[in-house]
């Protein structure tokens, strides 16, 4: 276990005592847990949380939503976010596009989720000649699957998915400038 999912895994869930769960959990016999402002984060090297999200850009089904399966066989930054049109969104969004085309050449996808609807993504998407979906989850069921949910919002936190739908690495309470960055370092680590 690294340094830093230690320290992701020191929070557990209200009831339990405050204990590192990486070293002391296993002697209690205690789930390993991680948490984050936002819930418990699913694990790594495990199945992602599959999803199905109406949206608003490329590679959306007819029906105009996306899902885990849709993209599998190929690299997935799935990232949360709060809110369209926001500084700290919009300064991370524009990361992701600027960078899109070495996402694409590591075949990878770029999605964004957020509680806002499929016309504020689709008002946000033209704005900012933004070229990935970006999907809705108004009521968070998605985003509580991946520990990234205080109503009314998504919390900036970003997941990196292999093509078997394994989740590969995690990134908690994002600062949005050159997080885009970190997430490319990170999929080309794990390619090499």
């Known amino acids: 276990m690294n340094r830093r999912q230690l320290l992701e895994g020191a929070l557990v869930h209200a009831g ?8 002391v959990a296993p002697l209690l016999g205690l789930p390993l847990k991680a948490n984050a402002l936002g819930g418990t984060l699913p694990p790594l090297d495990q199945p992602a949380p599959d999803f199905c999200l109406p949206g608003f850009g490329p590679d959306l089904d007819p029906s105009g939503s996306l899902s885990l399966g849709d993209l599998k066989g190929r690299w997935l930054a799935l990232y949360f976010y709060p809110k369209d049109f926001t500084g700290g969104c919009t300064l991370e969004a524009r ?34 000649g933004l070229v990935f979906p970006l999907l809705s989850d108004p009521g968070g069921a998605v985003s509580q699957r991946y ?17 078997n739908g394994v989740l590969r690495a995690r990134w908690v309470a994002v600062r949005p400038q050159g997080h885009s960055r970190e997430v490319l370092d990170e999929l080309s680590r794990l390619q090499a």
């Open 16 to 23: 339990e005592a405050l204990l590192v769960p990486g070293l």
């Open 95 to 128: 990361g992701f596009q600027r960078d899109l085309e070495q996402f694409h050449r590591l075949d990878a996808q770029v999605v964004g989720v957020s509680a806002d609807d499929v016309a504020d993504h689709a008002s946000f998407c033209d704005s900012e």
């Open 147 to 163: 520990g990234s949910w205080i109503a009314p919002f998504s919390q900036r936190h970003t997941f990196l998915i292999d093509p």
